[in-house]
């Protein structure tokens, strides 16, 4: 459904410590980046996610939040961890949720300019 997304932050650097690491868990990375912008996804040039230098950037309200898939529990983990790590704030810890699914497994952060992010794999691992 969705080419890209673009969220305006405040702090370039800062958002963009915070997704480096976190998105890194789930196997994106840089793929362009200027003074104003820094795009993350898997082919140079084509980003799935844009951070925009807006120093009035305000995230939205309730009601919003972002989700990332993963392909693991792991990855899930790896991803909290590490945006611990940089700056997110907790939101939940990993685990199981099973009021979404028995096998919705998910933690949510909180970024660096207050987006509400979290992270999911919805399916059985063997």
Not at 3 to 8: K, R, V
Not at 51 to 56: F, G, S
């Amino acid at each position: 459904m969705f080419h890209h997304l673009s969220l305006g932050v405040k702090d370039l650097n800062t958002s963009a410590r915070f997704y480096d690491a976190a998105l890194e868990a789930l196997g994106f990375r840089r793929v362009f980046e200027d003074e104003m912008a820094i795009g993350y996804g898997t082919e140079d040039g084509k980003d799935k996610l844009c951070l925009k230098l807006r120093p009035a950037a305000i995230a939205p309200g309730p009601g919003f939040h972002l989700a990332f898939a993963a392909q693991s529990r792991a990855a899930v983990d790896a991803f909290h961890s590490r945006a611990l790590s940089a700056g997110g704030v907790d939101n939940g810890a990993p685990g199981l949720r099973s009021h979404y699914g028995a096998h919705y497994y998910a933690a949510f952060l909180i970024d660096p300019d207050g987006y509400p992010i979290e992270v999911v794999i919805n399916r059985a691992e063997g």
